[in-house]
């Protein structure tokens, strides 16, 4: 699949902007040149396999396999010709010095491979039943790029940001989750 345009909607994930409906994608006309391009929610491959096993009445056994393919990153700078985006600070697509710096034209995250199983065990008891549950998430503990600094410029003079690219956000760590369910 492909995401292509010039606003993800009511988010701005490549600035982690998460408000709902309070982007600023189109507060000032200097933030859409060079908009348009890949958003951040593109994933042009992802496969998904999922199943379970029921052993007898009591055990089962269960997996979810995940494989994204990369996210296409930005670089966020000062708009050359606009001081009032500017005043926004590094929210335009321009870098390097005023260079454009079209949308999804940056870096790219990691392809993501993440595996989880699941184990269920039913025990009997006279006011009802008990469910054991466990759960494994990242079985191989992945630590695929999630995120990438996306901000290459620190001031409308073009400082470049050194930290331009550098990994922000990991894949979740493997952890296990313990539970049970009592029915009565």
């Known amino acids: ?29 200097g ?18 396999l999922w199943g379970y096993y029921q052993f007898n009445e009591k ?15 930005s670089c966020f700078g000062y708009h050359p010709t606009d001081p009032y985006a500017n005043a926004y600070g590094a929210a335009s697509h321009y870098c390097n010095d005023g260079e454009p710096a079209p949308r999804g034209k ?8 993440q595996v989880d199983i699941s184990a269920r065990y039913r025990i009997d008891t006279p ?9 494994i998430f990242n079985l191989f503990n992945g630590h695929g790029v999630q995120k990438r600094s996306e901000i290459g410029e ?26 049970a369910d009592w029915e009565f």
């Open 59 to 73: 055990f089962s056994m269960g997996t979810q396999i995940q494989v994204s393919s990369p996210r296409s990153l």
């Open 1 to 29: 699949s492909r995401s292509r345009g010039n606003s993800e909607g009511y988010v701005q994930s490549d600035f982690g902007q998460d408000d709902a409906g309070i982007t600023q994608d189109f507060d000032q006309p």
């Open 31 to 48: 933030f859409v040149d060079y908009a348009s391009g890949l958003l951040p929610n593109d994933r042009t491959h992802k496969f998904k």
């Open 127 to 135: 006011v009802g039943q008990t469910t054991l549950r466990a759960d």
């Open 106 to 113: 940056g870096n790219k995250t990691d392809w993501i491979k």
């Open 154 to 179: 620190l001031s409308a003079a073009g400082d470049y940001n050194y930290n331009y690219g550098h990994t922000t956000q990991y894949q979740t760590p493997r952890f296990v989750r313990l539970g």
